[in-house]
């Protein structure tokens, strides 16, 4: 059975890529096949997994908008198992294109439903907005990963993407889960970051990942050279952290079904 997660935030800077290109890869080492979907126009999910931007193959963009199959935009990556539809600046223009489009909510998801049961988990790179990019992308998605940097503002913008999550569920019929809250670059010598972490797991209790995501110079450079930290540092405090991320997103998996089997 295919899972599809979206990583979304509409704060920039909390982590969504770095989650989303290292959690693929540390769910595609545990010999599942996972598909990346790059969603951000920025296209660092791309650039991150060391594909480059040909002009001259079907992108997001495409897909989305029904030029292209999703399984014509397909490309693998270097690490093994994990593929990737990726992203460009045209990606921008999709945000206008889709708005006379009659069902432009359904869109990804109608495009990826072909492609589905090929992967066992396919995960969303959102860009950092509300925008029509992101709704496609919860619509497409059974649950959304919420990466959250321990800082000041760490709470405020977090209460509109969980109130955007709740109006999917009543206006589209679709009930989104959340997956969890993934703290991100996260550095316990600082009382600022202890704080922090406390009020998230009051708020949102057991929804907070008990695997956190330190701050790391080289989960940082790892992107630049196009590779997931698995490839790039594997043995780094980085690398651990999305293995140890992978493994607990299998045991809820595996804790859901035990719990639909015993219904």
Do not use: W
């Not at 509109?160 to 589209?172: H, K, N």
């Amino acid at each position: 059975m295919s899972r599809v997660l979206a990583i979304a935030n509409q704060k920039g800077g909390v982590g969504k890529t770095t989650t989303a290109i290292n959690l693929a890869a540390a769910l595609a080492a545990n010999d599942l096949r996972v598909l990346v979907i790059d969603s951000d126009p920025q296209g660092n999910a791309t650039t991150g997994l060391g594909v480059g931007k040909d002009p001259d193959r079907p992108s997001l963009y495409h897909v989305i908008l029904g030029d292209s199959a999703a399984k014509d935009a397909i490309v693998a990556t270097e690490f093994e198992g994990l593929y990737l539809i990726s992203a460009d600046k045209n990606l921008v223009g999709a945000n206008l294109e889709l708005v006379d489009i009659r069902d432009r909510e359904y869109r990804l998801r109608e495009r990826i439903a072909e492609i589905r049961d090929e992967y066992r988990y396919i995960i969303i790179d959102c860009p950092p907005a509300l925008d029509l990019l992101t709704l496609n992308a919860l619509i497409a998605a059974d649950a959304v990963l919420v990466p959250i940097q321990c800082e000041f503002f760490a709470l405020e913008g977090i209460s509109e993407l969980m109130d955007t999550i709740d109006r999917i569920g009543e206006s589209f019929h679709h009930p989104l889960l959340v997956e969890g809250i993934l703290l991100t670059m996260f550095d316990d010598r600082t009382n600022l970051t202890r704080q922090v972490a406390a009020d998230l797991k009051e708020f949102f209790q057991d929804k907070v990942f008990r695997t956190v995501i330190p701050r790391s110079i080289r989960l940082a450079e790892a992107p630049s050279f196009g590779k997931p930290i698995l490839s790039y540092d594997p043995r780094s405090k980085g690398a651990e952290s999305y293995i140890q991320l992978a493994k607990e997103i299998l045991d809820h998996e595996q804790a859901r079904q035990s719990a639909q089997g015993a219904r």
